[in-house]
């Protein structure tokens, strides 16, 4: 960081100091931070305002550490026979390598297992970046590429249902920068919210509004949810036909993507359950398994439906008769009703018997807690490979030869095979406050290459720029996480 460079006189009289850690290059007063919240001038000197974390290794003692005082109270590094013995540099607080060439803030070399290592760590700036995210209901929450919405904005649209989720893509290039400035800006304050691990209130284009917190279950349209199904109606015909079989006539299991009918599945054939004759709605895919029974919506397994008798076409008389036994259920068991069909074989509803009743509360017991999933993804471009070597493409290759290893503070990321450094990432096992942000806009996310030193060598890293942890404990303040 320069703090003085392109600033008038008057503007240096008056101990104003330039930060150039983004292309902002915030001029900022004395005693007040730079548009970020990140940089402050503290006395004429510009400051990163929070304190670079250190992560204790799982394998030692979380030990005090007193912030801002440069004195360590622990006993970390003169641990026995750990492959790790020294809390790990994360990239949070570390500042950035803008414009680009600079080395990383921190090359910090270590020891394992008797191997001289290094790790660079930096605070990179992602304009291309976005979240995944991952919501555990059966409930509609909107039609397949519908925009995603927050404070009337577009940040992000609903990608396809995966088993017993739905997914949305939020963020991305196109929102944060290729539309309108508002746009730009309520993309970026949504994605910091998710990474942050807040709650952030999502609607989606013709269809609901679901509030979204990692690790916490969304609630749609103002309803908690609390179950993720155990299958597709199928999946749960397949599971507990068994269990079914000496108590019924036929068994619906209601989704919106594969509803099961016991009889007809190769479930109950097995079994040598005898046809009812009761025809659902929907276009027959296989025997036992049927497709669009219903509209989506938020009722019975994720259809539009709150009287499950709707699905119902036809009972066929010459294969159904007087006193059948019906059970129809939902696949998390949320919903269930027992029937029995009357002389004019019209489905009555009954007290639902006692072993019938056992086997739907195991559907609900093999159900998991329904969460948000939130996952960064982001490419790790210029500026981040160019602040570890100089030859940036050989940081990409190590990269994909497994030397050398990607974490975002402190937790491992995912590596999509093929060009670049493209990563995913859960934010819920992130330490808190692992985010921030720039006005470009654009997310500051913390990122970690760790590989041995004579590796880092060879593609042409920064080693002499390498600094032990006590000369980082000793220049800078630290916070020590778990
Ligand atoms: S926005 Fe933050 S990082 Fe960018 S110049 Fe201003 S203070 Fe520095």
């Known amino acids: 960081m320069s703090d003085d460079i392109g600033l008038s006189e008057a503007e240096r009289s008056a101990g104003i100091v330039r930060c150039d850690a983004c292309p902002v290059l915030c001029r900022i007063r004395p005693g007040r931070p730079g548009a970020c919240d990140r940089y402050a001038n503290e006395n004429g000197t510009l400051v990163r305002v929070d304190p670079l974390v250190l992560l204790a290794r799982p394998d030692l003692p979380k030990v005090a550490f007193i912030e801002g005082s440069n004195t360590w109270a622990g006993e970390l590094g003169k641990g026995e026979g750990a492959p790790f013995t020294e809390p790990f540099v994360t990239g949070i607080g570390a500042t950035t390598t803008y414009p680009d060439y600079k080395p990383a803030p921190f090359i910090v070399s270590s020891k394992h297992d008797g191997v001289d290592m290094v ?41 396809t249902a995966e088993y017993g989720s739905q997914m949305l893509s939020l963020g991305g290039v196109h929102h944060l920068t290729g539309g309108s400035k508002k746009e730009g800006v309520v993309t970026c304050e949504a994605l910091l919210a998710l990474c942050a691990k807040e709650a952030v ?14 690790d916490r279950p969304p609630i749609v349209n103002g309803t908690l949810e609390e179950r993720m199904r155990v299958g597709c109606g199928s999946a ?47 276009r027959r895919s296989t025997p036992g398994r049927y497709f669009q029974v219903a509209e989506p919506g938020l009722g019975w397994g994720g259809t539009d439906v709150s009287d499950p008798l709707e699905i119902i076409d036809r009972i066929d008389p010459k294969t159904a008769w007087p006193g059948l036994k019906l059970l129809m259920v939902s696949t998390t068991g949320e919903h269930s ?51 570890v070597t100089e030859n940036p493409v050989r940081l990409t290759r190590s990269v994909r030869d497994a030397l050398t290893r990607v974490t975002l503070g402190g937790v491992p990321a995912f590596i ?11 934010v819920s096992k ?53």
């Not at 159900?367 to 210029?382: I, Q």
């Open 236 to 282: 749960a015909i397949g599971m507990f036909a068994p269990q079914w079989k000496d108590h019924v006539d036929e068994v619906i299991v209601v989704d919106d993507h594969i509803t099961g009918v016991l009889s007809e599945h190769q479930g109950g054939a097995f079994l040598d359950m005898k046809p009812a004759g009761i025809r659902v709605r929907g």
């Open 416 to 426: 999509w095979p093929g060009g670049g450094i493209t990563l995913m990432v859960d």
């Open 430 to 482: 992130m330490p808190e406050k692992s985010f921030g942000y720039v006005p470009t806009p654009a997310l500051v996310a913390p990122i970690e290459f760790t590989l041995r030193a004579d590796d880092y060598a060879a593609l042409g890293g920064y080693a002499s720029c390498a600094v032990s942890l006590e000369d980082v404990l000793r220049s800078t303040k630290v916070r020590l996480d778990k």
């Open 201 to 214: 209130e999502l609607v989606i284009d013709g269809g609901s509004t679901v509030t979204v917190q990692a």
């Open 119 to 159: 790790t660079v760590v930096t605070e990179g700036i992602f304009s291309y970046c976005g979240v995944k995210v991952k919501i555990d209901t059966d409930r509609y929450l909107g039609p397949e590429q519908a925009t995603v919405r927050v404070k009337g904005e577009a940040v992000g649209h609903v990608t």
């Open 337 to 387: 009703a027992w029937f029995e069909l009357d002389g004019d074989l019209k489905p009555r509803p009954a007290p639902m018997p006692a072993p019938v009743r056992k086997v739907v509360e195991r559907i609900a017991e093999n159900c998991e807690p329904a969460l948000c999933t939130v996952l960064f993804m982001a490419g790790a471009g210029g500026s981040l490979r160019a602040g």
